[in-house]
Structure formats: C-alpha cells, structure tokens
C-alpha cells in the first residue's frame, strides 16, 4: 500500500481535487437555477470539473509534461472514460437518492425537523447548497458521491491514465 501512495502526490491530488470538487459544487449548484432537473445541473458538474481534473492532474499531480498532443488526447480519452465510471455513479446517486427516494431519506435523516431560518442555513452563501430539506439531502449525498469519486479517480489515474514507467520513476528519484 506504501508504493501505491506517494504522500506528496497525494497531497497535490488532495488539493486538485478539492478545488475540482469546488469547480464541481459551483458549476452543479449554480446550473441548478436554469432547470427542474435533478441530473441537468450534475451533467454540468460533471463536465467542468472532469476538464478542470485533466488538466490538473496531468500537470500539477502527476507531472506528465512530456507527452505530445496525440499522446495527451489518448490520456484525455483514457481520462474520460474512467471518469464516465464515477459520472454514472454520480448520476445513479442523484437519482437514486435525490429524485426518486428524496422523499424518503429526508424524512429517514431527519431533515423535515431542522430549522432552516436559523443563521446558518438562511446564510445567503449557504441557503441555496443547504436552505431547504430538499437541498440538504441533495448535499449530503453528492458529498457522499465526491469523496467515492475523488478515491476511485485517484487509483484509476495513477494506474492507468498518468502512469509512469519503472525506467522513469528510477529516474525521477
């Protein structure tokens, strides 16, 4: 588990991708006003932060400068792909526990009894991610889906998108 876990490189995904989360959250929540879609806004999400991802883990994570543009199209491809696996997931989340089952997993948590006019929720920096039950659930659970996202991501970009060679690693070192 050691060799799988560079710590340093870590902690550049860790930052990429809190940011790309943000890109996410931002994106998702603000295309939320345009529609009554549920999986609209986390189409939208999906596609800013998967671009922003690329781009930041390519060059600030793992450091893959020296790839040419037919060989970084191929990653983009081979990116995409392993993020299609977390967008689905991320969709049947929404759908699953958002729009079909909402009802029932606000009531399940309790959500109904908080009082959402207290300064927290009523924030106006925070009412519109966590002002209603209905936004709350939605909340919690596409955190819940980032943070199954960001681990998936992370091993599927290190093995086999951004991999480098024992020649290069060698060295690197």
């Known amino acids: 588990m050691r060799n799988l876990i560079n710590r340093k490189e870590f902690l550049l995904y860790t930052i990429a991708g809190t940011t790309g989360t943000f890109i996410y959250f931002f994106a998702r929540f603000t295309s939320k006003g345009l529609t009554d879609s549920v999986l ?4 939208v999400g999906q596609i800013c932060a998967i671009v922003f991802s690329f781009f930041a883990n ?3 994570v793992f450091k893959n400068t020296g790839t040419g543009f037919k060989k970084a199209c191929h990653q ?7 993020r299609a696996l977390v967008f689905l997931l991320d969709l049947g989340i929404a759908f699953f526990f958002v729009d079909k089952y909402g009802r029932f997993w606000i009531n ?3 959500l ?4 959402y006019q207290n300064a927290f929720f009523a924030n106006p920096m925070f009412a519109r991610f966590i002002g209603s039950e209905k936004l709350l659930n939605e909340f919690i659970f ?9 681990i998936i991501n992370y091993f599927f970009s290190k093995k086999i998108v ?3 060679q024992k020649s290069q690693e060698a ?3």
Do not use: D, M
């Not at 983009?76 to 392993?82: P, Q, S």
């Not at 109904?112 to 009082?115: E, L, Q, S």
């Open 162 to 164: 951004f991999k480098i």
């Open 76 to 82: 983009f491809f081979e990116f995409c792909i392993g």
């Open 142 to 150: 596409t955190v819940i889906s980032q943070v199954l996202a960001t």
């Open 112 to 115: 109904r009894y908080i009082n």
């Open 58 to 60: 390519k060059f600030f």
């Open 40 to 43: 609209i806004p986390v189409i």
């Open 171 to 173: 060295i690197a070192s």
């Open 108 to 110: 399940h948590l309790g």
